[in-house]
């Protein structure tokens, strides 16, 4: 199946108008919308390279999005970094986090891997959440360092993620047509068959675990500037990761355009739901929760699945 | 304490070879249903517990047939993946119909303690363990000695020749998922009497389950028992010398290693 | 002549079960070894030891001078050992075409970049006969042109020794006539040396140069097909069935 990116000027067009958008100064509502909804763009793609491609299912995401975060913190309070300047070395130490517990995590069969990241997410959160330097329960403040004016603070934040999120959707495209991509895929339909043709699985696999996390852990650091706290229960969340996993599958894993559809129409969604009446009965993760139980009983390839057939 | 969720786990597990993520959201359905009962009606959580285990067999059979049947023939992952949408579904409804305080249980003898062999025990666990008890020999007699829990324990071992034999694997497998729906509600009363619990806390319930499952060998009852045993004497052994901070930590890090270390159902080389 | 892969005592336990029980076969380059034993005999166990999907207990695994031992699958791929599977297995999410291409990128064909790939990838498929295929899903070929996509992404990683896991199991008469003739021509066009196992007695016996013959993990003979066939403890182990090898 050629997939080719459909229309690409339609990308081109769209990626124009977002880098517009900012600078026609629009409520600050709106920015902050865009901006979350590229957040999670960079988060659910980052997934989809190892749960999607690979099919090794994440539940722990959030661990190297934490750990981009912390590593962020703490260079602002050492050094003063601003996010762009942090975010490489916090992706860096993200993916090296993710290649040594890749290792031995990788070798898991899924639902064990899975399993594995989760709890990995919870002993990643207590470890960062009591350690003396990381404020031991405390947190650490991340503010400054940024233009003091709202509108100017928000077009900054928003051209991070916008940039994040243009890099991480690149990576995949070219991903998805590289040597790389299929042996991932390959891994992913069948293993043994994989290794039967020379694909050397654990090394593809540790690639795509550090790039996933790499990706995730440069969200961090963003988002430790633009929270302006770092504090391990606040930013382990497993909303985060489920939030990852969910608009991946839902929009279509192993697709680029999936994980960009399902966080734009998700995200929208979960703002309109606990904006509205029915917010007061917290339904938006019931919401997600039925999505992902629909996707999986009905439509395993999520919303890209229906629009190909 | 941990032994009572665990078995349930670990029997659903050997049977359908499925990891069931949402045994954790409903236990803590368990509890706050006893809560509830308890709050509203004054009836004492044992009995609720006795209760439970129809309701939660019932409940077990509807998820396997609506949730998990449907996809037996995909990868392992995709049952992952639905009972995860299950628990998330799950845990936000308690979180609507009971709000996210913490809660606790307290009978009257929830406070009160015995001496016994010199050491203070509390009625509560001691009650508790006893349920663990009860409920364990209980499924260990219904395995070993009924044609039903022989069935089960065949198709655990090996799904194909359980078939050949004539055994109804599909009914089975939904039988042990109804049983271990039924010892999660227990469960959950149980541990709702000792522990404080709010909606979050099914995640914690199920890794210290699945830790225990593995130690004991998945699929192993009698195992599961042991290692419960185990893992709760560790705990609050460790509370004691460690901060309580780190008392988790040191759970899921042991639960990494033996995920880690010890290859279960992998590495049986059925190759091509 | 030299041996191409030499297994010498080679033995593989699981549990209790002793699968592979100190066998020595010898393959030498060029020829067509059949590899026949009732249900349980250990051929596909022998295979996945060659193919390094397990690890020998005891004995030694030689090809061309290098030991297979320990190896990974991926790594035997690479030394020149390539192998189909009883039921095939292809890559679902990809399309036929690219189930081969991966082998060509991964294999020993020394091509990285994907368009070269793809283009040899075709080059394979016209030459197993499923040129028309290529950009099929999977899932629309039958049972036949999988297992010519199997082959087909074997030989895309240019090996040297093909070990062929059933590969006529389920086809009707003349998709086995075409099947012989593949494997007639893998020898001949591209000195491929084979290894078949095959349940279809006068199918391998025809196609073969030397049978071995496995019976609960023991070799219990190995010569020319004729002599084989009328050998007795081959007759007791298939209980009575006698087969002569037919014609060429």
Same mark, same amino acid.
């Given at each position: 199946?050629?997939?080719?990116?459909?229309?690409?000027?339609?990308?081109?067009?769209?990626?124009?108008?977002?880098?517009?958008?900012?600078?026609?100064?629009?409520?600050?509502?709106?920015?902050?919308?865009?901006?979350?909804?590229?957040?999670? *763009?960079? %988060?659910?793609?980052?997934?989809?390279?190892?749960?999607?491609?690979?099919?090794?299912?994440?539940?722990?995401?959030?661990?190297?999005?934490?750990?981009?975060?912390?590593?962020?913190?703490?260079?602002?309070?050492?050094?003063?970094?601003?996010?762009?300047?942090?975010?490489?070395?916090?992706?860096?130490?993200?993916? %090296?986090?993710?290649?040594?517990?890749?290792?031995?995590?990788?070798?898991?069969?899924?639902?064990?891997?899975? *399993?594995?990241?989760?709890? %990995?997410?919870?002993?990643?959160?207590?470890?960062?959440?009591?350690?003396?330097?990381?404020?031991?329960?405390?947190?650490?403040?991340?503010?400054?360092?940024?233009?003091?004016?709202?509108?100017?603070?928000?077009?900054?934040?928003?051209?991070?993620?916008?940039?994040?999120?243009?890099?991480?959707?690149?990576?995949?495209?070219?991903?998805?047509?590289?040597?790389?991509?299929?042996?991932?895929?390959?891994?992913?339909?069948?293993?043994?068959?994989?290794?039967?043709?020379?694909?050397?699985?654990?090394?593809?696999?540790?690639?795509?675990?550090?790039?996933?996390?790499?990706?995730?852990?440069?969200?961090?650091?963003?988002?430790?500037?633009?929270?302006?706290?770092?504090?391990?229960?606040?930013?382990?969340?497993?909303?985060?990761?489920?939030?990852?996993?969910?608009?991946?599958?839902?929009?279509?894993?192993?697709?680029?355009?999936?994980?960009?559809?399902?966080?734009?129409?998700?995200?929208?969604?979960?703002?309109?739901?606990?904006?509205?009446?029915?917010?007061?009965?917290?339904?938006?993760?019931?919401?997600?929760?039925?999505?992902?139980?629909?996707?999986?009983?009905?439509?395993?390839?999520? *919303?890209?699945?229906?629009?190909?057939? | 304490?941990?032994?009572?969720?665990?078995?349930?786990?670990? @029997?659903?597990?050997?049977?359908?070879?499925?990891?069931? =993520?949402?045994?954790?959201?409903?236990?803590?359905? $368990?509890?706050?249903?006893?809560?509830?009962?308890?709050?509203?009606?004054?009836?004492?959580?044992?009995?609720?517990?006795?209760?439970?285990?129809?309701?939660?067999?019932?409940?077990?059979?509807?998820?396997?047939?609506?949730? &998990?049947?449907?996809?037996?023939?995909?990868?392992?992952?995709?049952?992952?993946?639905? @009972?995860?949408?299950?628990?998330?579904? @799950?845990?936000?409804?308690?979180?609507? &119909?009971?709000?996210?305080?913490?809660?606790?249980?307290?009978?009257?003898?929830?406070?009160?303690?015995?001496?016994?062999?010199?050491?203070?025990?509390?009625?509560?666990?001691?009650?508790?363990?006893?349920?663990?008890?009860?409920?364990?020999?209980?499924?260990?007699?219904?395995?070993?000695?009924?044609?039903?829990?022989?069935? =089960?324990?065949?198709?655990?071992?090996?799904?194909?020749?359980?078939?050949?034999?004539?055994?109804?694997?599909?009914?089975?497998?939904?039988?042990?998922?109804?049983?271990?729906?039924?010892?999660?509600?227990?469960? $959950?009363?149980?541990?709702?009497?000792?522990?404080?619990?709010?909606?979050?806390?099914?995640?914690?319930?199920?890794?210290?389950?699945?830790?225990?499952?593995?130690?004991?060998?998945?699929?192993? =009852?009698?195992?599961?028992?042991?290692?419960?045993?185990?893992?709760?004497?560790?705990?609050?052994?460790?509370?004691?010398?460690?901060?309580?901070?780190? &008392?988790?930590?040191?759970?899921?890090?042991?639960?990494? @290693?033996?995920?880690? &270390?010890?290859?279960?159902?992998?590495?049986?080389?059925? $190759?091509? | 002549?030299?041996?191409?892969?030499?297994?010498?005592?080679?033995?593989?336990?699981?549990?209790?079960?002793?699968?592979?029980?100190?066998?020595?076969?010898?393959?030498?380059?060029?020829?067509?070894?059949?590899?026949?034993?009732?249900?349980?005999?250990?051929?596909?166990?022998?295979?996945?030891?060659?193919?390094?999907?397990?690890?020998?207990?005891?004995?030694?695994?030689?090809?061309?001078?290098?030991?297979?031992?320990?190896?990974?699958?991926?790594?035997?791929?690479?030394?020149?050992?390539?192998?189909?599977?009883?039921?095939?297995?292809?890559?679902?999410?990809?399309?036929?075409?690219?189930?081969?291409?991966?082998?060509?990128?991964?294999?020993?064909?020394?091509?990285?970049?994907?368009?070269?790939?793809?283009?040899?990838?075709?080059?394979?498929?016209?030459?197993?006969?499923?040129?028309?295929?290529?950009?099929?899903?999977?899932?629309?070929?039958?049972?036949?042109?999988?297992?010519?996509?199997?082959?087909?992404?074997?030989?895309?990683?240019?090996?040297?020794?093909?070990?062929?896991?059933?590969?006529?199991?389920?086809?009707?008469?003349?998709?086995?006539?075409?099947?012989?003739?593949?494997?007639?021509?893998?020898?001949?066009?591209?000195?491929?040396?084979?290894?078949?196992?095959?349940?279809?007695?006068?199918?391998?016996?025809?196609?073969?140069?030397?049978?071995?013959?496995?019976?609960?993990?023991?070799?219990?003979?190995?010569?020319?097909?004729?002599?084989?066939?009328?050998?007795?403890?081959?007759?007791?182990?298939?209980?009575?069935?006698?087969?002569?090898?037919?014609?060429?």
């Amino acid at each position: 199946m050629r997939k080719r990116l459909g229309r690409p000027w339609l990308w081109l067009a769209l990626l124009v108008v977002l880098i517009v958008f900012p600078f026609l100064e629009p409520p600050i509502f709106y920015m902050r919308l865009v901006s979350t909804i590229l957040l999670f *763009i960079v %988060l659910a793609q980052s997934w989809n390279i190892i749960g999607g491609y690979t099919g090794y299912i994440s539940f722990g995401h959030v661990t190297f999005f934490g750990i981009g975060a912390y590593v962020a913190a703490l260079l602002f309070r050492a050094a003063g970094w601003p996010p762009y300047a942090a975010a490489v070395p916090a992706g860096l130490a993200a993916a %090296l986090f993710a290649l040594i517990v890749g290792f031995p995590t990788l070798r898991l069969r899924g639902p064990y891997f899975a *399993i594995a990241t989760l709890a %990995l997410s919870l002993v990643v959160e207590v470890a960062l959440a009591n350690l003396p330097f990381t404020g031991s329960g405390e947190g650490i403040v991340v503010r400054g360092g940024m233009p003091f004016t709202r509108m100017a603070l928000e077009q900054a934040f928003y051209v991070c993620y916008l940039a994040l999120a243009a890099l991480t959707v690149g990576a995949v495209v070219w991903m998805e047509r590289s040597k790389f991509g299929y042996g991932l895929r390959a891994i992913r339909d069948d293993q043994d068959a994989a290794l039967s043709v020379g694909v050397s699985g654990i090394r593809l696999k540790l690639v795509a675990f550090a790039l996933s996390s790499f990706f995730a852990g440069m969200a961090g650091s963003i988002y430790a500037h633009r929270a302006a706290y770092v504090s391990a229960p606040d930013v382990f969340t497993l909303d985060i990761s489920i939030k990852s996993l969910v608009y991946a599958v839902v929009g279509g894993s192993s697709t680029v355009a999936g994980p960009v559809i399902g966080s734009v129409l998700m995200e929208l969604l979960d703002i309109g739901l606990t904006t509205s009446v029915l917010g007061q009965i917290r339904i938006d993760h019931i919401v997600f929760g039925v999505l992902l139980g629909i996707v999986v009983l009905a439509a395993p390839r999520g *919303i890209m699945g229906l629009t190909s057939r | 304490m941990y032994a009572l969720p665990a078995v349930g786990l670990s @029997l659903i597990w050997g049977v359908m070879k499925i990891v069931n =993520i949402a045994h954790g959201v409903l236990a803590l359905l $368990g509890s706050y249903v006893a809560l509830t009962l308890f709050r509203s009606f004054g009836l004492d959580p044992l009995l609720s517990a006795v209760l439970m285990l129809p309701v939660f067999f019932v409940i077990g059979l509807l998820v396997q047939r609506t949730l &998990v049947r449907p996809i037996v023939s995909q990868p392992e992952i995709s049952s992952l993946m639905i @009972l995860f949408a299950f628990t998330i579904v @799950l845990e936000n409804v308690i979180t609507r &119909v009971w709000t996210g305080d913490f809660r606790a249980m307290t009978p009257s003898y929830s406070g009160v303690s015995f001496g016994f062999a010199g050491a203070n025990l509390s009625i509560v666990r001691t009650i508790t363990f006893a349920m663990a008890v009860v409920a364990v020999f209980g499924l260990d007699a219904f395995l070993m000695r009924t044609y039903t829990g022989k069935a =089960i324990r065949a198709t655990a071992q090996n799904q194909a020749a359980a078939m050949l034999a004539g055994i109804d694997t599909d009914r089975t497998g939904l039988i042990a998922f109804g049983i271990g729906a039924a010892l999660a509600g227990v469960a $959950g009363v149980a541990l709702g009497l000792i522990y404080s619990f709010h909606p979050s806390v099914h995640i914690l319930w199920v890794v210290k389950s699945f830790l225990v499952t593995v130690l004991g060998g998945v699929g192993n =009852i009698r195992g599961a028992f042991a290692a419960g045993l185990l893992l709760g004497i560790a705990e609050s052994f460790l509370g004691t010398y460690v901060s309580f901070r780190w &008392v988790d930590f040191c759970i899921y890090g042991l639960l990494l @290693l033996v995920l880690l &270390v010890r290859p279960h159902g992998l590495l049986r080389g059925s $190759g091509a | 002549m030299s041996a191409l892969l030499r297994a010498e005592r080679l033995t593989k336990r699981f549990g209790g079960l002793v699968a592979v029980n100190a066998i020595d076969l010898e393959v030498r380059a060029g020829e067509i070894l059949g590899l026949i034993g009732p249900n349980g005999s250990g051929k596909t166990t022998l295979f996945n030891l060659i193919a390094g999907v397990y690890r020998p207990d005891t004995g030694s695994l030689v090809f061309s001078g290098r030991d297979l031992a320990g190896l990974a699958p991926n790594d035997v791929c690479r030394l020149g050992i390539a192998r189909t599977f009883q039921l095939s297995r292809p890559f679902h999410g990809l399309d036929v075409l690219h189930n081969v291409a991966v082998a060509v990128l991964y294999g020993n064909a020394g091509i990285g970049a994907v368009r070269a790939a793809e283009t040899e990838a075709e080059r394979l498929l016209e030459y197993v006969g499923l040129g028309p295929s290529a950009r099929a899903p999977v899932s629309r070929l039958t049972l036949a042109q999988r297992k010519r996509l199997e082959i087909a992404r074997a030989l895309a990683t240019r090996p040297k020794l093909l070990l062929l896991d059933e590969s006529m199991a389920g086809l009707n008469a003349g998709e086995i006539v075409s099947a012989i003739d593949l494997l007639r021509r893998l020898r001949q066009e591209l000195g491929l040396t084979l290894i078949i196992v095959e349940h279809l007695m006068q199918v391998i016996m025809g196609v073969s140069d030397r049978i071995a013959v496995l019976d609960a993990g023991v070799k219990i003979a190995d010569g020319r097909p004729e002599d084989v066939a009328h050998d007795r403890k081959v007759v007791q182990a298939y209980l009575g069935a006698k087969y002569a090898p037919s014609g060429a």
